[in-house]
């Protein structure tokens, strides 16, 4: 299985970063864990409160904790909310239902680690977090149709 490097996870928060800029968004906090959940890598913007990389570290760890995005964990809490209360619970509060951590898979489609974004609207979020996954050449599962 592959691991993301230091180098590529530097270059996720560089191009998360540079999307956020580009699109006019709040700044950004970017987390990137590894496929054991451990961070990675994380940058706060400049102009970011204090619960931002706390918030983009739920975000990213639910995802790879579980297998899905957090928007697909979103998804399952608004199905399944006593599920998702009891998840929520069991991973210590340490987990984010909503959109903004997306799955990091090599190409054997393998879940190699997953990225978190907080500082604006949860789909933009995700949307950076999507184009710093792909500017390494791995590929985003946002639990969206199309990426």
Do not use: Y
């Not at 760890?61 to 599920?83: C, D, H, K, N, Y």
């Amino acid at each position: 299985m592959t691991e993301i490097t230091l180098k590529q996870a530097n270059e996720i928060i560089d191009t998360a970063h540079l999307e956020g800029e580009k699109r006019n968004l709040a700044p950004l906090t970017v987390a990137v864990l590894d496929a054991g959940g451990h961070i990675k890598a994380l940058s706060r913007a400049d102009g970011t409160g204090f619960m931002r990389p706390l918030m983009a570290v739920a975000k990213a760890w639910g995802a790879i904790g579980v297998g899905v995005s957090s928007r697909t964990l979103g998804e399952m809490g608004e199905q399944r909310p006593m599920f998702m209360n009891a998840l929520i619970h069991v991973a210590d509060h340490r987990l984010l239902p909503v959109a903004g951590g997306v799955l990091v898979r090599d190409s054997s489609n393998s879940a190699i680690g997953a990225v978190g974004i907080s500082g604006d609207l949860s789909d933009e979020d995700e949307h950076c977090a999507i184009a710093g996954i792909q500017a390494v050449g791995f590929k985003a599962d946002s639990g969206k149709a199309t990426e």
